[in-house]
């Protein structure tokens, strides 16, 4: 009779180390998880900037409405201009930055707000170090590879998770304003050397008749229009792919194979950039810097640039940026003589 009251007791002492084993176990796995997601400046994340995005109750619904109609059309203009699609590989993710602190991918276009928003960023994943303010940071130092860490560097696994659960987001502009910023900034500043050697010498041995040494030489005078020769030209990209200042948005940042969230643009760029802050929970942590500059390209400057090209070349200059004006829902400049 008495083994029967030792078993039960064995057996009350294994159920109940059992439960306390469960217990113990639930209770690690619980702290586990808070700690995961605890972001590094000690507070726990709320929900990642796509689930904000896409539940919607966080943002302002006019601001809402409008970043889905942007997406809205850039779906439909893929749709109906992309005859075919391909899959993604690592070099079509050199221009997409990664912030895995908030779950962010951003793809950075030149002339399009790109220094400023790489300096958010290294605000956001700590790359800034003790900087706070974006404007604290140099230019040149947000340009230094390897500060950010872009979606290329990742395994392909790891590519496609941060695919489908980061908020993907790119900034575009009016692309003939985006390349009348570009030819500014490159080629008219006397700081900008390496481009007038690298690109400039060539623009002029191609495109001048009859040029001086000097210029050959130096590089540093390209006119507006030879720049329109340079890019219309067909053995310019038989040779190497633009570089990336003067590049096409779609073919920096793939807009018909990535799915991007928040497509902001440079017309709205304060608002569309604390719209992002504000999905990625980082409103308070950081503030985009604002735009004071009164030398920035606007549409009445591309116009006077354009005014001396002739309507072959501005065809074949709009021919060349088509798909940006499509995709992004921009109107074909009315300074076009060939319309």
């Known amino acids: 009779m008495k083994k029967p009251k030792v078993n039960r007791m064995v057996l009350a002492m294994f159920l109940g180390c059992f439960i306390i084993a469960i217990f113990y176990c639930q209770n690690n796995l619980k702290q586990a998880s808070e700690s995961a997601i605890e972001g590094t400046n000690g507070q726990k994340s709320r929900r990642s900037p ?18 889905q109609g942007r997406r809205e059309l850039l779906e439909e203009a893929c749709r109906s201009y992309t005859r075919k699609r ?4 690592p070099e079509d993710l050199k221009h997409v930055m990664v912030d895995d ?46 500060t950010l860490r872009t979606l290329s560097e990742y395994s392909t696994a790891e590519i496609n998770r941060r695919l489908r659960s980061y908020l993907k987001f790119v900034f575009v502009r009016e692309p003939f304003e985006r390349l009348v910023s570009a030819y500014r900034n490159k080629f008219t500043r006397s700081y900008n050397e390496a481009f007038h050697k690298r690109y400039g010498t060539k623009i002029v041995r191609r495109h001048r008749p009859d040029p001086r040494p000097e210029a050959l030489e130096a590089g540093d005078d ?32 793939h807009p018909c194979l990535i ?10 760029l304060e608002q569309d950039s604390s719209y992002v ?15 004071h500059k009164s030398t920035r390209t606007t549409g009445d400057m591309a116009a006077q ?35």
Request: aromatic share 16%; net charge negative; charged share 20%.
């Open 50 to 67: 796509l689930q904000t995005l896409y539940d919607g109750d966080q943002v302002e619904s006019s601001v809402q409405a409008a970043h």
């Open 86 to 89: 391909r899959v993604l590989i």
């Open 222 to 253: 390209v006119s507006f229009e030879e720049f329109v020769y340079y890019l219309v030209d067909p053995a310019t990209q038989r040779e190497e792919p633009f570089n990336e200042h003067w590049e096409r948005v779609h073919s920096l940042c």
């Open 101 to 146: 602190r908030h779950g962010l991918l951003y793809c950075y276009v030149p002339k399009v707000a790109c220094t400023n928003w790489k300096r958010v960023l290294m605000v956001l994943t700590g790359a800034a170090g003790p900087h706070r303010d974006p404007l604290d940071i140099p230019a040149h130092e947000a340009h230094v590879a390897g």
């Open 277 to 291: 802050l504000r999905l990625a929970g980082a409103e308070q942590q950081v503030a985009f810097p604002a735009s």
């Open 305 to 339: 640039f354009f005014h001396k090209i002739h309507p072959f070349y501005q065809k074949k200059l709009f021919n060349l940026y088509r798909m940006d004006f499509l995709l992004f829902n921009y109107s074909t400049p009315a300074y076009l003589k060939f319309t």
């Open 259 to 268: 799915h991007y969230d928040v497509v902001g643009k440079y017309e709205t």
